[in-house]
């Protein structure tokens, strides 16, 4: 039988199962500070809730968090985090400082890039993730549980000298979140969402919907319910073709939703409430680099207000695509400028030799090198 984890749970639901249970309301909030602010991992560690309570807890939910596997990258660096689950699948989350350390210390301040599904069912010719098909959507504590654990390893390890190890425990690390890990998050749309309410409660994590950015390979009736959401996150459209054609051949989702619906979509997500949306543009040599997609795909983002992030493709075991010439990106990007398009290019030299799943790494770092447009509120 599916058991649900308490960490799935908003706090009106936890309350609800409280109050059935005979419990007064104040043991969710005393819970919720358990799991959210003390991060433990063991009903046990639950010191202010009756034993009895915590009995009850554990015969309803389960409490689970993420195993770390493997750790790569170093403490000032980008670093990515393997994890299993636990029926054994195994994902990944990759943690950005967001100011490199100036003077050796480390930084404190990171955008952490998570994963939603185990595999990916579109397929997207150059990616990874696709590569074996989809497994399973994560549940939406594993989705926060990404946050909470990486949490967990860092926060101990920053040492100012001062804060004692219940101040440290408690420390925020990651504020800003870019869900463009594995999969397809609008293809997980009710655990996403219920996941990103946890993230952003005041009760949960506390981070600000507008430093929480959902990537979408671009399902465009999610789009249109994600902008009937109350919650204002960030939207970025991984378009990597500005043409049918050229979309066409890279990404098979396009052949159910053409530019034209997926424009629409972003459209009326702009219209709510002005939400800002970024365009993720892989390079890829012949394929998408030509100069002839310039200009359609300055209309477009010019039509949306929408800003370009340039990212030279990162090669993948196994496939044929191959990262064009630096300057043949450099090229693109002035002639993007030129048609009065903002836009950036992660330059970075050769490819990242820690990264397996590459393309997490890339994408999530452009975004954190982008604060100003990407992460203000
Ligand atoms: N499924 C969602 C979110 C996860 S993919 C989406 O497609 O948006 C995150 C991003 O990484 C996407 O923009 C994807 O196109 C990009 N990506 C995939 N493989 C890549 C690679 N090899 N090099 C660079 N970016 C890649
Ligand atoms: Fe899935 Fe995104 Fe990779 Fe496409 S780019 S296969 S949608 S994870």
């Known amino acids: 039988m599916f058991v649900k984890d308490i960490q799935s749970l908003t706090r009106g639901e936890l309350e609800g199962r409280l109050t059935a249970l005979g419990q007064p309301a104040y043991r969710a909030a005393q819970t919720l500070d358990w799991l959210y602010v003390r991060r433990v991992t063991t009903w046990d560690a639950m010191t202010n809730l009756p034993r009895a309570l915590r009995g009850l807890l554990q015969e309803q939910f389960s409490l689970h968090a993420p195993e770390l596997v493997r750790r790569r990258g170093s403490r000032d660096s980008t670093q990515k985090f393997l994890w299993r689950l636990a ?168 052949r159910k939703y053409p530019l034209r619906d997926l424009m629409a979509a972003c459209e009326e997500y702009r219209n709510k409430g002005g939400r800002r949306i970024t365009f993720e543009y892989i390079l890829i040599e012949g394929v998408n680099d030509d100069i002839s997609q310039v200009r359609p795909l300055a209309t477009l983002a010019r039509r949306l207000g929408a800003k370009v992030n340039l990212i030279p493709y990162n090669t993948v075991e196994g496939l044929r695509w191959k990262r064009p010439a630096e300057s043949v990106c450099e090229t693109f990007l002035h002639a993007l400028e030129k048609h009065g398009v903002v836009a950036t290019l992660r330059r970075e030299k050769g490819h990242d030799i820690d990264a397996a799943c590459g393309q997490l790494r890339l994408k999530a770092g452009n975004l954190a090198a982008a604060p100003a447009a990407q992460n203000n509120a």
């Open 87 to 254: 029926d054994q699948s195994l994902i990944e989350s990759v943690l950005i400082p967001a100011n490199r350390a100036l003077y050796g210390e480390a930084s404190d301040r990171h955008t952490l890039c998570i994963s939603t599904q185990v595999g990916c069912a579109y397929g997207c010719r150059f990616c990874a993730s696709g590569l074996e098909g989809w497994k399973r959507n994560l549940e939406p504590d594993e989705i926060v549980g990404q946050v909470l654990a990486v949490e967990r390893v860092v926060a101990n390890e920053i040492s100012d000298g001062e804060s004692g190890a219940s101040e440290r425990q408690a420390r925020r690390i990651v504020d800003n979140v870019v869900v463009m890990g594995m999969g397809e998050p609008l293809a997980n749309y009710d655990r996403l969402l219920q996941a990103l309410k946890i993230l952003n409660a005041p009760w949960g994590l506390g981070i600000g919907a507008r430093k929480i950015t959902v990537s979408t390979s671009g399902l465009a009736p999610q789009i249109r319910r994600l902008a009937a959401e109350p919650l204002q996150f960030r939207l970025a459209i991984s378009l990597h073709g500005a043409t049918d054609d050229v979309r066409n051949r890279l990404m098979p989702v396009n």
